[in-house]
């Protein structure tokens, strides 16, 4: 948990293509606002939660009064299987009564996590994530353990209305997408996992095409590529660690597969991280301040 708190705003909740390595939750009381996501906007009223998973960009918008609770969720970047990642959720669920109960809860015992200055550009960079990860590792075990549980059940939620990201009949491709999950910090060849699920390679290749919508190397480069994005974002490691990290002993292959992947370079990725950081620093000059008990 990176961040959790309840704000109330009045026609100033409006940002613009923001793309983050956390996934948010919100629970709405009061009011409404607008996300817009793939094109398409959707309204976001009271009695409703709202899920929108790391690195989706959106832009959020509001012209009245809007109330919510917040709940940002930062997946350790050494796990190698992600919740997250794992569904296709629903952007919108009805809350349960007991919903609202759980976010009093989280605010309670995490009063110290709550945004003190809700403009992204403060809170959404690399720095920001570093120390409020730090911080939150940094608490007692039974403190986070209390925590954890409570954003399992509002994940729950989700989940329960969620259909696997990755669907396959054929329990060979399934068992490959298993290991590839279980070991995206390792070098993984396409020859390697055939001999694994006692496929030949090209009819290995074929069947995961067939059952998945694309390659063996593609399903394997974008696990790894969304690894690298959440590592740059929120991790001190240098560019060549990174790669290493992630079985990419060659850092200029690494780097061609990134930009590839997103457009840029591994090392403007970062800068426009820190430029968000440099950005939150002279804002932060003027009092704002975050995750600070």
Same mark, same amino acid.
């Given at each position: 948990?990176l961040?959790?708190?309840f704000?109330?705003?009045?026609?100033?909740?409006n940002?613009s293509?923001i793309?983050s390595? $956390?996934? @948010?939750?919100?629970?709405v009381?009061e009011? %409404?606002a607008s /996300?817009?996501?793939?094109?398409?906007?959707?309204?976001?009223t009271?009695?409703?939660?709202y899920i929108?998973?790391a690195?989706?960009l959106?832009s959020?918008?509001c012209s009245?009064?809007f109330s919510?609770?917040y709940?940002?969720?930062y997946?350790?970047v050494?796990?190698?299987?992600?919740i997250i990642?794992?569904?296709?959720f629903?952007?919108?669920?009805?809350?349960?009564?007991?919903?609202q109960?759980?976010?009093?809860?989280?605010?309670r015992?995490?009063?110290?996590?709550?945004l003190?200055?809700?403009?992204?550009?403060?809170?959404?960079?690399?720095n920001?994530l570093?120390?409020?990860?730090r911080?939150?590792r940094?608490?007692p075990?039974?403190d986070?353990?209390?925590?954890?549980?409570?954003?399992?059940q509002?994940?729950?939620r $989700?989940i @329960?209305?969620a259909h696997?990201?990755?669907q %396959?009949n054929? /329990?060979?491709i399934?068992r490959?997408?298993e290991?590839?999950?279980?070991h995206?910090n390792?070098?993984?060849?396409?020859?390697?996992?055939?001999?694994?699920?006692?496929m030949?390679?090209?009819?290995?290749?074929r069947?995961?095409?067939?059952e998945?919508?694309c390659?063996?190397?593609q399903?394997?480069?974008?696990?790894k590529m969304?690894?690298?994005k959440l590592?740059?974002a929120?991790?001190?490691?240098?560019?060549?660690?990174?790669?290493?990290?992630?079985?990419?002993d060659?850092?200029?292959?690494?780097?061609?597969?990134?930009?590839?992947?997103?457009g840029t370079?591994?090392?403007?990725?970062?800068e426009s991280?820190?430029?968000?950081?440099?950005?939150?620093?002279?804002h932060t000059?003027n009092?704002?301040?975050?995750?600070?008990?």
């Open positions: 948990m961040n959790v708190g704000a109330s705003h009045n026609a100033d909740w940002y293509d793309n390595p $956390f996934t @948010r939750i919100y629970y009381t009011g %409404t /996300v817009t996501l793939d094109s398409t906007t959707y309204l976001l009271p009695g409703n939660m929108i998973p690195f989706t959106h959020d918008s009245g009064l919510h609770y709940l940002h969720i997946e350790n050494s796990s190698s299987d992600s990642d794992k569904y296709k629903p952007f919108e669920i009805e809350c349960l009564p007991i919903d109960i759980l976010f009093e809860s989280l605010c015992n995490n009063s110290f996590m709550a003190r200055a809700y403009d992204p550009r403060i809170y959404d960079n690399k920001a570093i120390d409020c990860v911080l939150n940094n608490r075990e039974w986070r353990l209390e925590s954890v549980g409570i954003i399992c509002l994940l729950s $989700f @329960r209305q696997p990201k990755y %396959t054929d /329990v060979r399934g490959a997408v290991i590839i999950n279980t995206n390792e070098l993984i060849r396409v020859a390697d996992l055939a001999k694994e699920v006692r030949s390679q090209d009819h290995f290749i069947l995961f095409k067939k998945l919508g390659t063996p190397t399903f394997i480069i974008d696990k969304m690894q690298a590592m740059l929120s991790e001190s490691l240098m560019t060549k660690e990174i790669a290493y990290s992630l079985g990419y060659n850092l200029s292959y690494f780097s061609r597969l990134f930009r590839k992947h997103t370079t591994p090392t403007l990725y970062r991280f820190n430029l968000k950081s440099s950005m939150g620093e002279q000059q009092g704002d301040t975050r995750c600070q008990p």
